[in-house]
């Protein structure tokens, strides 16, 4: 496949080096500010791409949907932070009927934790001294918080826990209530990411943990829902790639 990267950050480098050990071929990058990029903004980039991989920033998420839409480039998109706009990316891509796929977290590793945590909250439901709480850790770079897998990860708790109806991630200054799922995160240093799910009984703990080494599992996880997109169209999240994949 030729590839357009967009963002040529940590992440836009990670995925041109699984795009080279795939066989693809990448053949632009587009960043307003890194070095290296080939052009600064989608409009001065050639459209002759089978597929764009955009890990940059949320703020252009929809401009940038437009571009693919009017180009007819399927998109697989990593960048965090644009829930609000969820809709107005659909509606783009359903009316074009081109090909997009956005997620959280690309990751085999992290996808095996959502169903792992799928699976721990219908078992542990049944047993009302354990409490759920969920903590996560990213490197100081990040921007948002809690992390889109953190936010994912207590979503899917949610709708299989019937003992946990809200979502709560600031710093409690009162005690939790029973209903209430803690959402805690702390940034600093290098960590590529780190998501833990707890349930505590007076007696025990039982700890679900995630832990990213690199970045490399969420590039080869972007580079094979591109592998995947190819020939498809519509609006996919990353859980419909990995339901594939989980399923064999
Ligand atoms: N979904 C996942 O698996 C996953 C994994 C890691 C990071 N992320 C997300 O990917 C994004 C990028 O992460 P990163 O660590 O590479 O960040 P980074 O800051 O290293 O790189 C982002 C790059 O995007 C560029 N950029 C900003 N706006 C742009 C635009 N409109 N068009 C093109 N480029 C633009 C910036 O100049 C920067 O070079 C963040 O939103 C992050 O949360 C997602």
Same mark, same amino acid.
């Given at each position: 496949?030729?590839?357009?990267?967009?963002?040529?950050? *940590?992440?836009?480098?990670?995925?041109?080096?699984?795009?080279? %050990?795939?066989?693809?071929?990448?053949?632009?990058?587009?960043?307003?500010?890194?070095?290296?990029?080939?052009?600064?903004?989608?409009?001065?980039?050639?459209?002759?791409?089978?597929?764009?991989?955009? &890990?940059?920033?949320?703020?252009?998420?929809?401009?940038?949907?437009?571009?693919?839409?009017?180009?007819?480039?399927? +998109?697989?998109?990593?960048?965090?932070?644009?829930?609000?706009?969820?809709?107005?990316?659909?509606?783009?891509?359903?009316?074009?009927?081109?090909?997009? /796929?956005?997620?959280?977290?690309?990751?085999?590793? +992290?996808?095996? =934790?959502?169903?792992?945590?799928?699976?721990?909250? $219908?078992?542990?439901?049944?047993? %009302?001294?354990?409490? +759920?709480?969920?903590?996560?850790?990213?490197? #100081?770079?990040?921007?948002?918080?809690? !992390?889109?897998?953190?936010?994912?990860?207590?979503?899917?708790? /949610? #709708?299989?826990?019937?003992?946990?109806?809200?979502? $709560?991630? %600031?710093?409690?200054?009162?005690?939790?209530?029973?209903?209430? /799922?803690? $959402?805690?995160?702390?940034?600093?240093?290098? $960590?590529?990411?780190?998501?833990?799910?707890? =349930?505590? !009984?007076? =007696?025990?703990?039982?700890?679900?943990?995630?832990?990213? #080494?690199? *970045?490399?599992?969420?590039?080869?996880?972007?580079?094979?829902?591109?592998?995947?997109?190819?020939?498809? !169209?519509? &609006? &996919?999240?990353?859980?419909? =790639?990995? +339901?594939?994949?989980?399923?064999?």
């Amino acid at each position: 496949m030729d590839v357009i990267l967009v963002g040529y950050g *940590r992440m836009g480098h990670e995925i041109e080096q699984v795009l080279v %050990e795939r066989g693809h071929r990448c053949v632009a990058r587009i960043d307003p500010k890194a070095s290296g990029a080939d052009a600064r903004s989608l409009e001065e980039a050639s459209a002759a791409a089978d597929c764009a991989i955009e &890990f940059a920033n949320g703020e252009g998420v929809v401009d940038n949907a437009r571009w693919y839409a009017a180009h007819a480039v399927p +998109a697989v998109v990593g960048t965090t932070g644009w829930e609000a706009e969820r809709d107005t990316v659909r509606e783009i891509v359903e009316s074009a009927r081109t090909g997009y /796929l956005w997620g959280a977290n690309f990751s085999v590793g +992290a996808n095996l =934790f959502f169903a792992l945590v799928e699976a721990a909250g $219908v078992l542990l439901d049944r047993f %009302e001294d354990y409490d +759920a709480m969920m903590f996560e850790t990213h490197h #100081r770079h990040k921007k948002d918080s809690p !992390s889109g897998t953190a936010l994912e990860a207590a979503r899917r708790l /949610l #709708r299989v826990h019937g003992r946990k109806s809200d979502i $709560v991630t %600031e710093a409690l200054q009162r005690p939790i209530e029973p209903h209430e /799922l803690h $959402v805690a995160s702390m940034r600093g240093g290098s $960590v590529p990411g780190v998501h833990e799910l707890t =349930f505590d !009984s007076p =007696f025990d703990s039982i700890t679900i943990r995630h832990s990213a #080494r690199t *970045r490399a599992g969420f590039a080869l996880g972007s580079v094979l829902a591109a592998e995947w997109l190819a020939g498809r !169209s519509g &609006f &996919f999240s990353v859980d419909d =790639f990995f +339901a594939d994949r989980l399923q064999g």
